[in-house]
């Protein structure tokens, strides 16, 4: 069984795309974009301050650590942190700062 996986990385609303990575064994999806010269948004890549939070639409992830940076209900609807998010098998995940923003409460609102 190989330890690479195939990410298909989707932005939404206009920056609407999508992208392939192969994440190798012990890499990170963010690391994995990064290698394949694709920018997305991070902050402290130890998982603590949801920057570079996606989510999975299809597929298994693994995070490297416990994700400090989500709240449980988060990761329970789908949502990882790339930096330290480890694919498990093939996936498809939403990525962009438009994701990361899903979690963000409004007061205004």
Same mark, same amino acid.
């Given at each position: 069984?190989?330890? #690479?996986?195939?990410?298909?990385?989707?932005? #939404?609303?206009? *920056?609407?795309?999508?992208?392939?990575?192969?994440?190798?064994?012990?890499?990170?999806? %963010? *690391? /994995?974009?990064?290698?394949? $010269?694709?920018?997305?948004?991070?902050? +402290? #890549?130890?998982?603590?301050? /949801?920057? +570079?939070? $996606? #989510? %999975?639409?299809?597929? &298994?992830?693994?995070?490297?650590?416990?994700?400090?940076?989500?709240?449980? *209900?988060?990761?329970? *609807? $789908?949502?990882? %942190?790339? +930096?330290? !998010?480890? !694919? &498990?098998?093939? +996936?498809?995940?939403?990525? $962009?700062?438009?994701?990361?923003?899903? %979690?963000?409460?409004?007061?205004? &609102?």
């Amino acid at each position: 069984m190989s330890d #690479r996986h195939r990410i298909e990385l989707h932005w #939404r609303g206009r *920056d609407r795309r999508t992208e392939i990575v192969r994440t190798e064994s012990d890499e990170s999806v %963010l *690391d /994995a974009a990064e290698r394949a $010269g694709i920018g997305l948004p991070f902050g +402290c #890549r130890t998982g603590a301050c /949801a920057t +570079c939070t $996606g #989510r %999975l639409l299809t597929g &298994k992830i693994e995070h490297l650590r416990p994700p400090r940076g989500l709240k449980s *209900d988060s990761e329970e *609807d $789908g949502y990882v %942190l790339l +930096c330290i !998010a480890r !694919a &498990k098998s093939d +996936c498809e995940i939403e990525v $962009g700062s438009d994701v990361q923003t899903d %979690l963000v409460t409004n007061p205004w &609102k």
